[in-house]
């Protein structure tokens, strides 16, 4: 006999970014976006992008990247970044995370290059992206897929917040809370940096509200 489905749960997901200091134009981006169901639930489409380098350029790849995901935020993920993959090719590049979660706590990810997602609370997330740059025709992607239990919350980041940081110290709060107060401490010095946090069901996800297409710089 099967077991019955997880009820849907509340998603909450919020972001934060700051350019290099001393720069006006970022060269990352992030984008959060309320996809609903047809039955009552729905899922989250979150993507974090790092442009190569800094001011303009790295901007302009990010913001090519982020409206190529926005475009395509229907499709299966591997589809979203072969999209971005020949949309930033006139561009240097960028590395890029996109995830998907459903409101029964199962989601993928698939990236490439350097960006990382850390669990705040709850079990590891254990997805990683592939090496290489979007944009630099890609040949190989993966999807992972990944469970999140109620009071899970995750936080996707580029390699301008430092790993090392006692990013769990920054809880509890409110999602964009949480990530402003994550690239403040923990921002480096010498890059952009960008933190999205995605919180499912549990203390930490305040109820899920439809999302607005989001974006940062």
């Known amino acids: 006999m099967s077991s019955a489905p997880e009820p849907p749960r509340p998603i909450s997901a919020g972001g934060f970014s700051r350019p290099l200091p001393g720069f006006v134009e970022c060269g990352d981006a992030f984008v959060i976006d309320g996809l609903e169901g047809g039955d009552g639930g ?57 995830l998907r979660l459903a409101a029964d706590g199962r989601g993928e990810f698939c990236g490439i290059g350097n960006i990382e997602v850390q669990s705040l609370a709850g079990s590891p997330a254990g997805v990683f992206c592939l090496p290489g740059i979007v944009g630099h025709s890609l040949r190989t992607l993966r999807s992972m897929p990944f469970t ?15 790993s090392r940081g006692n990013l769990r110290g920054c809880l509890p709060g409110a999602p964009a809370t949480v990530a402003r107060c994550i690239v403040d401490g923990w921002g480096r010095p010498h890059d952009d940096a960008t933190a999205v946090v995605l919180g499912y069901g549990g203390k930490q996800s305040p ?3 439809p999302a607005e297409p989001l974006r940062q710089y």
Not at 74 to 86: A, G, S
Not at 148 to 162: E, N, W
């Open 148 to 162: 999140m239990q109620s009071g899970d919350v995750y936080c996707l980041h580029t390699d301008g917040v430092s």
């Open 207 to 209: 109820g899920r509200r």
């Open 42 to 98: 729905g899922s989250v489409l979150v993507a974090v992008v790092d442009g190569l380098g800094h001011g303009k350029e790295a901007s302009l790849a990010a913001q090519a990247a982020t409206r190529a995901v926005l475009e395509h935020r229907v499709l299966p993920l591997e589809e979203i970044v072969r999209h971005c993959d020949r949309e930033l090719q006139p561009t240097r590049g960028a590395a890029l995370g996109v």
